[in-house]
């Protein structure tokens, strides 16, 4: 079993920075895949970004550039969030499985953290 727990989310200008948090309990949790999926008021879950245990990081097309995924020794994933945009506020969820950028290959999720762009 793996639990996420997600944190850093809150208020922000446009143009402004946030990092966010996801530490996780789990003995194996070094062995998975962990990425950061985003879900706007009235729009499906999307993906954002990913980190393997090897280090491999994917990025969707429209963070390229502005965000930063890491993950420490232990067991914690960052999210470094630059230039933030209005159209990027939503619940952000960190997500523990597999390589892939479709929710289904996620097997452990967080609760969610809020992230408020204003313009």
């Known amino acids: 079993q793996v639990r996420l727990v997600e944190s850093g989310g809150g208020l922000v200008q446009a143009g402004g920075s946030l990092r966010l948090s996801c530490t996780a309990s789990g003995r194996t949790f070094y062995t998975y895949t962990v990425a950061w999926f985003r879900q706007a008021p009235g729009k499906e879950r999307e993906f954002v970004t990913s980190i393997s245990w090897r280090g491999n990081r994917v990025y969707a097309d429209s963070v390229k550039g502005r965000f930063t995924v890491s993950r420490d020794s232990a067991n914690t994933v960052y999210l470094q969030m630059n230039s933030l945009r209005a159209e990027e506020t939503a619940i952000y969820y960190c997500?523990?499985?597999?390589?892939?950028?479709?929710?289904?290959?996620?097997?452990?999720w967080g609760q969610g953290t809020q992230v408020t762009v204003s313009s």
């Open positions: 997500a523990a499985g597999a390589e892939d950028t479709l929710v289904g290959g996620y097997a452990y």
